[in-house]
């Protein structure tokens, strides 16, 4: 069974950073693009980045666009999402969810993990 599963979230003060995974099962990750997007509390969910089948496109929402940097490595089956910097308003939690294509349309993504909770608090 296709499996999505991040790991890396937590509490982080603010200025720091944290790298999240995004490790795949039961299928093979070179035939998709990734995208990460978050949800915070009361509000829909936005769009952080994505990354082509072979890395060689790449997005990211305007605002973030500096800050965080997504990658893969398709022999590990595993896109990365790193984020430097990170704000209380980055607080959320943190999805990854497979597409054929990049989008900022969430039912463009027909496979997604669990989510990884993010908190960046002092």
């Known amino acids: 069974q296709l499996q999505l599963v991040e790991s890396g979230g937590g509490l982080v003060q603010p200025g720091g950073s944290l790298r999240f995974s995004c490790a795949a099962s039961g299928f093979t990750l070179d035939y998709y693009a990734i995208g990460w997007f978050r949800q915070a509390p009361g509000k829909e969910r936005e769009g952080v980045s994505c990354?082509?089948?072979?890395?060689?496109?790449?997005v990211y929402a305007d605002s973030l666009r500096g800050r965080f940097t997504i990658s893969r490595d398709n022999a590990k089956n595993t896109v990365y999402l790193q984020m430097n910097s990170l704000k209380a308003e980055d607080t959320a939690v943190y999805y990854c969810?497979?597409?054929?294509?990049?989008?900022?349309?969430?039912?463009?993504?027909?496979?997604w993990g669990q989510g990884t909770q993010v908190t960046v608090s002092s």
């Open positions: 969810a497979r597409a054929r294509h990049c989008s900022s349309y969430t039912g463009e993504y027909d496979a």
């Open positions: 990354i082509s089948t072979s890395g060689a496109r790449i």
